[in-house]
């Protein structure tokens, strides 16, 4: 599988994983004035790839909850892994700790 030159390796890592769990997604979604790096929408999950720099905690407090105002999404996810085990490990416990719709 090729995947995108302009995408980071952690993003394409990421990409990878969602995958090979079998999730369909969308990269580089505009929610309002912020571009998420993947929407997850049958479960209603924003993942973002936060790199080694990571971003600043302040700003994503605000902006995750500016972005849990939209219809769907549930979670927001935020990944400073960087090695392919670190990711996979991340994305596999927060995929298997959502909560059931309890309606």
Known sequence: MLLPRDYTKQENIIAEFLSEFGLRYDQQVVFGKYTVDFHIKEIGMIVEADGIYGHLRKRDILRD???????????????????????????????????????
């Not at 960087?82 to 959502?98: E, M, P, T, Y």
Request: glycine share 6%; hydrophobic share 40%.
């Open 65 to 103: 909850a500016n972005l849990h105002t939209f219809p769907g999404v549930e979670y927001v996810l935020h990944i400073k892994e960087n090695s392919k085990q670190g990711i996979k490990d991340v994305l596999w416990l927060a995929l298997n700790n959502l909560q059931p719709d309890t309606q």
